[in-house]
């Protein structure tokens, strides 16, 4: 039995689903052989089951996580291309992509560099909520699609945005700024100090974005103003 087979089976006799909802934020071995070891249908119900747990257990449960690396701190230019298109993009090609392959279908952009970053961005968001993991082509960083991302293609808008939510959550920095203002004031310069002051500017914007939309329709509303930017 599975790691989301054992939660829906708690969740099913009533029993307290805390420690899967912790397991889950810590980005648990078994969670993530869950992701790796399915087909396509397992995963369209697991993404079916992901949808139906509650954004409130998950941020009471944030912890105060350290280790936070550049690559916890996303930048894209837009949500959409990120959780639509690129699953759709890679699905369409049947296999991996290189980032200024994936950016050349994204982007109308004519420089490589452009491409790549566009590319690398947007892909990257896309691994962070599981939809996609990294791989090489040759000797080039690569992208391909996971199982749940090839789910998320038969769901509606919604469903993606509402499992979008719930997976991000288990990103480094969003958990600890949710941590942290759950508990009072905090600033999210603080967490990324390691930046230089002009990326820290550029990808605040982003991270603003998906913690305002984390705490949005909560009851933790409220504590999204206790964060400064």
């Not at 491409?115 to 892909?123: I, P």
């Not at 945005?161 to 480094?172: E, Q, T």
Request: charged letters at 30%.
């Amino acid at each position: 039995m599975n790691f989301f087979s054992e939660w829906r089976r708690f969740r099913e006799l009533n029993l307290s689903e805390a420690s899967f909802v912790e397991e889950f934020l810590n980005n648990n071995p078994l969670v993530e052989e869950s992701f790796e070891n399915c087909d396509l249908e397992t995963a369209k119900n697991l993404f079916s089951f992901i949808s139906t747990i509650d954004i409130e257990l998950l941020i009471a449960a944030c912890k105060n996580v350290e280790g936070i690396a550049s690559n916890d701190v996303v930048q894209f230019s837009s949500l959409k291309s990120a959780l639509f298109d690129v699953p759709a993009i890679l699905d369409a090609s049947g296999n991996s992509l290189s980032y200024v392959e994936l950016g050349s279908k994204l982007n109308d952009a004519v420089k490589e560099g452009a491409l790549l970053k566009y590319g690398e961005n947007h892909g990257k968001l896309a691994i962070e909520c599981g939809f996609a993991r990294k791989t090489k082509k040759g000797s080039k960083n690569s992208i391909e699609l996971t199982k749940l991302g090839e789910a998320s293609t038969y769901f509606s808008d919604k469903e993606v945005f509402k499992v979008f939510k719930i997976m991000i959550l288990r990103n480094k920095l969003i958990q600890k700024i949710v941590y942290n203002a759950l508990k009072g004031k905090c600033s999210y310069v603080d967490y990324v100090s390691f930046l230089s002051e002009k990326t820290i500017i550029r990808r605040r914007s982003n991270v603003k974005m998906l913690v305002e939309m984390i705490f949005d329709d909560t009851k933790y509303k409220d504590c999204f103003g206790n964060i400064r930017w």
